[in-house]
């Protein structure tokens, strides 16, 4: 059974660092064809994709976040961490850590979500 | 990056009714568009990838059809089940752009 799980901080102050786990079961982040997504949604607005990462270590990030945005992954504890800096109040959303069909098109696959308050 | 323009924002519908949900994309994405179901505090789910191909254990009522620039998924007859929001998604060259989602109501 595939699952996903978020973790992380669910309060953190303007300009500090968030980083959030994504720990996953019943695959394997290292098979061929894995590639995993972070994606937001702010309360009442819509999805907003952050990034990725593949089973070969290869990196993709929204064109208009990735000077903040970092996606990593420890294969020996199935994990992908996602690093945004330099938080703002805009930036307080439900995460979410998503599993990309082996087709690389879709979201097949996602965790139940994490939510990430910005306030001082 | 391609633009995704979602129709309409909000439907009210009724039990029975059939409904259609648009998706417009700036510029062609093939059949690379899938369309996404979410309930009030879960995550969305999957329901129809490669433009018309219906996931597994997704009801025969949802189909979607459509190919570059031009994508509606279609609520054949509305079940209580499917009041929810209702977001397209496309991919192009490693990027993932989502409609801005359609709320549908019950009249």
């Known amino acids: 059974q595939v699952t996903l799980k978020e973790s992380g901080p669910a309060l953190v102050k303007p300009t500090q660092t968030l980083t959030l786990t994504c720990t996953v079961s019943?695959?394997?982040?290292?098979?061929?064809?894995?590639?995993l997504s972070w994606v937001r949604q702010p309360p009442g607005k819509a999805l907003e994709w952050l990034a990725r990462?593949?089973?070969?270590?290869?990196?993709f990030y929204s064109t208009t976040l990735k000077t903040r945005v970092s996606i990593s992954r420890d294969t020996s504890k199935n994990q992908v961490v996602l690093t945004m800096t330099n938080m703002d109040p805009v930036d307080t959303a439900t995460y979410y850590c998503?599993?990309?069909?082996?087709?690389?098109?879709?979201?097949?696959?996602w965790g139940q979500g994490t939510l990430v308050t910005v306030s001082s | 990056d391609i633009q995704m323009t979602q129709s309409p924002s909000t439907l009210s519908a009724s039990v029975g009714d059939r409904v259609t949900i648009t998706c417009r994309a700036s510029?062609?994405?093939?059949?690379?568009l899938a369309w996404y179901q979410q309930k009030p505090g879960k995550a969305p789910k999957l329901l129809i990838s490669?433009?018309?191909t219906l996931e597994s254990g997704v009801p025969s009522r949802f189909s979607g059809s459509g190919s570059g620039t031009e994508f509606t998924l279609t609520i054949s007859s509305l079940q209580p089940d499917d009041f929810a929001t209702y977001y397209c998604?496309?991919?192009?060259?490693?990027?993932?752009?989502f409609g801005q989602g359609t709320k549908l109501e019950i009249k």
């Open positions: 998503a599993r990309i069909s082996r087709r690389g098109v879709e979201f097949d696959n």
């Open positions: 019943g695959f394997s982040l290292s098979s061929s064809g894995m590639r």
């Open positions: 990462i593949d089973w070969d270590g290869e990196k």
């Open positions: 510029q062609s994405i093939s059949d690379w």
């Open positions: 490669k433009a018309s």
């Open positions: 998604q496309q991919y192009n060259s490693n990027r993932y752009i």
